[in-house]
């Protein structure tokens, strides 16, 4: 018997292992643990294995568990959050979120969903946070940001919802709290954040351990804080004025933390005391980095700056290795078995190089193709790549591809 279990077991941790079932990854760090990747990609690109073609609209990302992929989009006036066979491409079920967010820069929402088990959890453009069914796709729960004294941002709301034990955690903002967290099962209201009501912004929050608790920490147009993941009291706060939008997710390792945004704001890294005191450690405008993202990865910060273009420069000291930006315009960047995966947001350019920090060392790219007709003037191709079990996932609007890069 137990010679037979063993062969599931392998399965069942391999499958595991290739899960990415939330934005940047189950520990929002944007690294994939994909191992056994294409290191060179051949020059006419790579194999395409599926396109979807009715994802709807928006510049949702995705969340993949198991043999489903989880995005959300657009169809006519309303949001859906949708799931699609990862072998065939084929969608298995569509649920109603909410109604549509309108834009200048796009309709349609702009969230990732998030899987926890058997249920997964989506926040539309216009604030709703809802839960359902993985399976079936069948409604459990509803709640919303502004009845929270949330008011919908100007290019809606994009944050992923993140868990944390028995808690979803979302960020309504405004002055009954920034931060909020329900029973992931009931959608009850556990606590929300009464001693910090800057309104919400775009980032999307991370958990950590710190100083013997597992703090939230979240971004918003005035600061950047940690607050206890059991009762939303605020541990800590550093001011951290934005301009227009907050966009990328934070950065954590070992008590420091890194906090960038675009329009010309820059970055900053703070270190946090055994007693939640906070210390600066740098401030710049090296890394003006807007939604593209920022990666860590032994010790160095990787993402494009509007300054100086593809940057990599040194976590622990804000000391800049490397700049690049003629090889490549701005776009959002994803790691996987030690190579970047860059996608030009103007013309759906997707770029491999090595992760390096000795300059910029290319290995293959490919023009997204096609492209999509429907795509507002003003947008572009904002959805980040991902990788999981050895497939490529790269968005425009409804069009959803899935790439081979296994390096079988």
Known sequence: MKTCLLPLLLIAVSSQAADWPTFRGADRTDVSTETGLLKKWPSDGLKQVWLNKDAGLGYSGY??????LYTMGSRDAVEYVIAIDISTGKEKWSAEAGALLTNGWGDGPRATPTVDGDKVYALSGKGVL?????????????????????KVPGWGYCESPIIEGNLVIATPGGPQGTLAAFDK????????????????????????????????????????????????????????????????TPIFKEGQVFVAAGYGVGCKSVKIGADNSVEELYASTDMINHHGGVILVEGNLYGYSDKAGWTC??????????????????????????????????????VLIKASDKGWDEQGRFTLSPQTTQRNPKGMVWTHPVVSGSKLYLRDQELL???DVSGK
């Open 130 to 150: 809802i839960c359902l069914g993985a399976a079936d796709g069948k409604e459990i729960w509803r709640a919303s940001m502004t009845e929270l004294g949330g």
């Open 313 to 350: 420069m040194d976590f622990k000291t804000g000391a800049v290795k490397w700049t690049e930006k003629k090889a490549l315009g701005k776009g959002a960047i994803h790691y996987a078995d030690g190579c970047f995966y860059l996608l030009e947001e103007r013309t759906g350019t997707v």
């Open 185 to 248: 099962t009931t959608g009850k209201l556990a606590w929300q954040s009464a001693e910090w009501t800057d309104p919400a912004q775009y980032a999307s929050a991370i958990v950590v351990d710190l100083n013997g608790t597992r703090q939230i920490i979240q971004l918003t147009m005035q600061s950047v804080a940690g607050v206890n993941a059991a009762d939303g009291k605020v541990l800590w706060k550093s001011e951290f004025p934005g301009k227009t939008a907050v966009i990328p």
């Open 63 to 68: 969340a993949i568990v198991g043999s489903t």
């Open 401 to 403: 591809f899935s790439f």
